[in-house]
């Protein structure tokens, strides 16, 4: 892997660095980890098609899913609600630059120098190929991570590495909301659609487990609005913190995302709705259940009500769904795309 530090901490592509060494094709839950995270929910009426590519660099949650270091899970739904999914091993390893990737013989994603958009390729060769082509929603200057701690690095000679939670968790999102285009032949059955999508990047020193207790990631579109919040319990800690982001037509309406204030502010609410399991490895796949997040930033407030589960796993604490959402006290009532996820560690 190779790694190119921006001249000036307000590079474009820096928000999608490598924050931590990456030194063996050979996975180790013990090194450090990172993913980064691409995603699109169809916005078409009466669908429920959505797809999620996460190019895996390490193993986060403990036992690597797949025998090598490098490999990229291509999942999602078809618009009947279908579920699908496939590994593409990196069988050479990666290369990983500020703003572009190459999982060799698996898949690509790239950032065009002069515009917002976002390309990912993926599965050439194989029985489940296609792209997925994300347009910011958001403005360059919308880059961002949930702290301003720019000065300071885990690793000598590395990229600074703002901190989530814990000083060993980090997080950074260089596409909170877009437009996007999928296209795709599954198993020779061929899935189009275009919706909203977001694209963030996660990195560890170790194991999640190590930092997280519990965290709910929501983010959606509707009308002229893009919101994106984290809402996260710290390992050892007895309060959650929150940080998100909203905007208007592509103008910043609320950013809590300012170093110091991102753990000590108020104005960001997440409050689950509904009769919501104890840990998402309770459900199943299909599961009929309807889950609801309310959801504030700032002076803006949104309803997020599940429209299918997408992901759930027995052997980790996670789930994630496709979802419908609702501004709260606008003059107009639209219905927009959303999605969020849902980890249980401890």
């Known amino acids: ?61 403990g036992a690597p899913p797949a025998p090598l270091a490098f490999c990229v899970f291509v999942t999602g739904t078809t618009h009947d609600g279908e579920y699908f999914e496939t590994v593409l091993p990196a069988v050479q390893g990666a290369e990983i630059i500020p703003g572009k990737g190459n999982w060799k013989g698996a898949a690509t994603w790239q950032r065009a120098i ?34 301003e701690d720019f000065g300071r690095s885990l690793f000598d000679h590395e990229l600074p590495a703002p901190m989530l939670a814990n000083n060993g968790m980090g997080w950074s999102t260089a596409v909170p909301g877009a437009d996007v285009t999928f296209d795709c032949v599954i198993k020779g059955k061929e899935l189009k659609f275009t919706g909203t999508g977001f694209h963030d990047t996660n990195f560890g020193t170790s194991q999640w487990s190590d930092h997280i207790s519990q965290w709910f990631w929501v983010r959606g579109a509707v009308g002229d609005l893009t919101f994106t919040v984290y809402h996260y319990l710290p390992v050892g800690r007895d309060s959650w913190h929150s940080g998100g982001a909203v905007w208007k037509d592509g103008v910043t309406l609320a950013n809590t995302w300012t170093g110091a204030a991102e753990w000590k502010n108020d104005s ?21 259940s309807t889950l609801g997040l309310r959801v504030r930033v700032g002076d803006t407030k949104f309803e997020v009500t599940s429209t299918k589960l997408v992901a759930v796993s027995t052997r980790l604490p996670y789930g994630r769904w496709i979802a419908t959402t609702k501004a709260v006290d606008r003059e107009t009532e639209e219905t927009g795309t959303a999605s969020f996820d849902w980890f249980v560690f401890h």
């Open 114 to 147: 002069d515009d917002k958009n976002w390309v990912v390729r993926f599965g050439q060769g194989t029985s489940t190929t296609g792209s997925l082509t994300l347009v910011a929603r958001t403005p360059i200057a919308s880059l961002h991570h949930p702290t």
């Open 1 to 61: 892997m190779s790694s190119t530090a921006p001249t000036a901490r307000t590079a474009p592509f820096y928000v999608d660095a490598p924050f931590v060494p990456l030194h063996t094709i050979t996975p180790d839950p013990r090194a450090p980890n990172q993913v980064w995270y691409f995603e699109g929910v169809s916005s078409e009426t009466g669908s429920r098609a959505s797809v999620q590519i996460v190019f895996m660099a390490g193993a986060p949650m």
């Open 268 to 288: 960001i609410e997440v409050t689950p709705v509904g009769p919501w399991p104890e840990v998402p490895q309770s459900l199943q796949e299909p599961d009929a």
